[in-house]
Antibody, heavy 128, light 110 residues
Framework: QLQLQESGPGLVKPSETLSLTCTVS??????????WGWIRQPPGKGLEWIGS???????YYNPSLKSRVTIFVDTSKNQFSLKLSSVTAADTAVYYC????????????????????WGQGTLVPVSS | QSVLTQPPSASGTPGQRVTISCSGS????????VNWYQHLPGTAPKLLIY???QRPSGVPDRFSGSKSGTSASLAISGLQSEDEADYYC???????????FGTGTKVTVL
């Protein structure tokens, strides 16, 4: 059974960089047809997709966060990681990692689809 | 703010049918498949519907998805107390080249 687990500092100060790692077990991060993504939920708000990465390093990012986000993969450790720079209180959220399907559209393009496996999530407060 | 709009809440009594709408555009729902997630407080979201109307293994057939034009719907028939949760639609957005979630709908079982 595929399992994902987020890890990282429990608290980040404003203006600093938030760093999280997702460790995948029970399967290979180098699987074809899947990207590996980050999703967050600020307190009292809805889900927000942050970005996703393929094992080759190809990425998609949420345009609203793109200038501050970097996602990278370490296939040797079966891990992928998130860095979010210049954080503010608005970045306080539960951060989830997940496996996201990657499909080919009949219209001639690839697209990201459902997140079928999720980590348990980790709350990252941004506070001084 | 999300480009997929859902009603903030929906409710029903046990056994009733509840429908949740998700309104988008030609750049997302109109041209791509829709996914639905169930999110219980304190747990990870769960993929409920993929490919607009397909259920992953283990999801009861009480849950069904559909799409018409630039809108999608999730129907819960035979509502049960354990269905009380937040529900989100999601889809690929062509021009943004990103995955977008809906605003979310809280379902209450009366």
């Amino acid at each position: 059974q595929l399992q994902l687990q987020e890890s990282g500092p429990g608290l980040v100060k404003p203006s600093e960089t938030l760093s999280l790692t997702c460790t995948v077990s029970g399967g290979s991060i180098s699987s074809s047809s899947y990207y590996w993504g980050w999703i967050r939920q600020p307190p009292g708000k809805g889900l927000e997709w942050i970005g996703s990465i393929y094992y080759s390093g190809s990425t998609y990012y949420n345009p609203s966060l793109k200038s501050r986000v970097t996602i990278f993969v370490d296939t040797s450790k079966n891990q992928f990681s998130l860095k979010l720079s210049s954080v503010t209180a608005a970045d306080t959220a539960v951060y989830y990692c997940g496996r996201q399907r990657y499909d080919y559209h009949s219209g001639g393009y690839y697209y990201l689809s459902g997140v079928d496996y999720w980590g348990q999530g980790t709350l990252v407060p941004v506070s001084s | 703010q999300s480009v997929l709009t859902q009603p903030p809440s929906a409710s029903g009594t046990p056994g009733q049918r509840v429908t949740i709408s998700c309104s988008g555009s030609s750049s997302n729902i109109g041209s791509n498949i829709v996914n639905w997630y169930q999110h219980l407080p304190g747990t990870a979201p769960k993929l409920l519907i993929y490919g607009t109307n397909q259920r992953p293994s283990g999801v009861p057939d009480r849950f069904s998805g559909s799409k018409s034009g630039t809108s999608a719907s999730l129907a819960i028939s035979g509502l049960q107390s354990e269905d009380e949760a937040d529900y989100y639609c999601a889809a690929w957005h062509d021009s943004l080249k990103g995955y977008v979630f809906g605003t979310g709908t809280k379902v209450t079982v009366l």
